[in-house]
């Protein structure tokens, strides 16, 4: 008789460990799963289809083709401030500033890497963050932009970026440089010279070959050189180093090269040009986050369609509200080395530069895009600038409402966009202004239409957002619930009668909880399959219901242990919560402190 609490000391043990074992298996699985749901909350694509291109009613498209310089990994500071004996580092574009067009700060948004950046100037939207997934090199969902909607697009440039574009889009030209060339361990400004050099010999081979200069002299014709020469120099040798420097210099020398040559060759003053950068340079020689550094790049437009330059009084505005995609505020002061307070400035958002680019040449914006037009820049007429307006509108609702009639279609319970419902109205208000002439009026309401078109492209992005984080949230809560439940059950001492009343009626309670808990999986999943949701929306809903039903299932411990503790001495509930209070002060801690490795 004495030796009989052994085996069962035995038996009790080995009934912990397979417990223990069950629990690492379902830890994994229920990590693995939720991690998922990073993708569907964070990492959604915001591209849809299906939407109409919508044309500019332009008495005259401002220009017949268009020059896209970008200086990639070129940051506006750089570009803009003197050198050490007070020269500007980029006279030709100054000069530019200063006599031909209009300038700016572009912010970028992160992630401030190459593709994002380009994919944000010629397509006008936030890179698709499930991009990530392929490194940033190539197209898991494919998108409008402004080579789409060209007559002819032409580009030279790095093989990360030009083929983005190119590759698959019939009505282009184009080349770009071996991967072998992109060495850090030399000057890479060649680059650059190669870029330029590739479209002068285009030019030079036109004139003995007809059907390419015919392809030259159409319209809507969109040419593009990618001068990789900053970023490649920045992360080899830093951006303020000599050989970063001069690269700065270069990429000036070639705009206005690329300027000379453009006005020589078709003689006609109907090319437009834009200068600008995909992102900046960290002082480390890296990017990628939201630091100045990384978002602030320079933006230089002139030519056909482009304003000329207006002179300011400086005076220190206050701050409006109004925040840029990296949340930098309007109207920010220019820094007094810039030189440059007597001319006029205007910040865009990144993705602001594809509805100007598309509207210089008289273009649909590209379907996916969600820049506001910056008329600032344009040099048109009241009727075409809100109509130019109006299309920028049109364009970025209609994209609102394809996600609108997509999420209709698929929801038992919808709930549309309350701002947005009377659309239809305010768009006919918008074509009687115009046709009474009230320019002014119109431009109005189209650019708060356009603002409300924007919130509700957010609106239906984040749709499924309190769905989907309740249900990760109440996961993770039940995991560690049942977590606390295994420690309570086999390692604490409470009394043998505690686990006695909670196993009164063991099998009926559990059978019952684990039929109540199918039950409830099988209407969740019905109703999932009839909004057709994905399948991890399943796995994430299945996961929480079965924590919660294990809980559940425990109730009846749960209270006695409850109890028990209260009826425990004051000191001994104190103990327990200082010494967990200091187990999460020292958890933060360790978190806090861990490095940071920059890459």
Known sequence: MAGRPRPQAHSSSASTRR?????????????????????????????????????????????KRLVLLVADGLRADKFFEPDERGRYRAPFLRGVIEEKGRWGVSHARPPTESRPGHVAIIAGFYEDPSAVTKGWKANPVEFDSVFNQSRHTISFGSPDIVPIFCSSLPHSTWGSYPHEYEDFATDASFLDHWSFDQFEGLLNRSLDDVKLRQLLLQDKLVIFLHLLGCDSNGHAHRPYSSIYLNNVKVVDEI???????????????????????D????????????????????????????RSPKFLAYTDKPDD??????????????????????????????????????????????????????????????????????????????????????????????????????????????????SARDYKTAMKYSEELRSMALAGL????????????????????????????????????????????????????????????????????????????????????????????????????????????????????MNLLISSVAALLILEFLVRTQPVIDT
Request: aromatic share 14%; hydrophobic share 40%.
């Open 279 to 306: 992102h900046g340079m960290s002082d480390k020689g890296s990017h990628g986050d939201g630091h100045p550094s990384n978002t602030d790049t320079p933006l230089v437009a002139w030519g056909a369609g482009i």
């Open 255 to 277: 705009a206005e090269r690329m300027y000379n040559l453009m006005e020589s060759y078709f003689n006609d003053n109907q090319t437009a040009y834009v200068f600008t950068a």
């Open 19 to 63: 417990r223990e074992r069950w629990l690492v298996v379902l830890g994994i699985a229920l990590h693995a799963v939720y991690m998922l749901s990073i993708f569907d909350i964070y990492f959604k694509s915001p591209i849809v289809h299906g939407m109409a291109p919508v044309p500019p009613r332009l008495s005259a498209p401002p220009a």
């Open 458 to 573: 957010h609106y239906f992005q984040t749709y499924d957002w309190f769905m989907l984080m309740t249900t990760i949230t109440l996961g993770y809560i039940g995991w560690m619930a049942n977590l606390i439940l295994h420690v309570l059950q086999s390692y604490t001492t409470f009394p043998a009668n505690l686990l006695k009343r909670t196993q009164v009626y063991p099998k009926n309670t559990s059978m019952k909880v684990y039929i109540g808990g199918c039950l409830f999986m099988g209407l969740s999943s019905i109703i999932l399959l009839l909004e057709k949701s994905p399948p991890l929306y399943h796995a994430y809903v299945f996961m929480t219901i079965f924590l919660w039903t294990r809980i559940v299932q425990n109730y009846e411990f749960m209270k006695s242990a409850w109890r028990e503790l209260f009826n425990m001495p004051f000191k001994y509930i």
């Open 321 to 434: 509200g109004f925040r840029f995609v990296d949340d930098h505020r309007h109207d920010m002061p220019t820094p007094q080395n810039w030189a440059l307070e007597g001319f006029e400035r205007v910040d865009v958002n990144q993705a602001d530069i594809a509805p100007l680019m598309a509207t210089l040449v008289g273009l649909s914006c590209p379907l996916n895009s969600v820049g506001n037009l910056p008329s600032h820049y344009l040099k048109l007429s009241k009727s075409d600038e809100v109509e130019a307006v109006l299309a920028n509108t049109k364009q970025i609702l209609n994209q609102f409402l394809q996600k609108s009639e997509q999420k209709q279609s698929s929801s038992l319970y919808f709930k549309p966009f309350k701002p947005l419902v009377n659309y239809s109205s305010v768009l006919d208000r918008i074509e009687d202004l115009i």
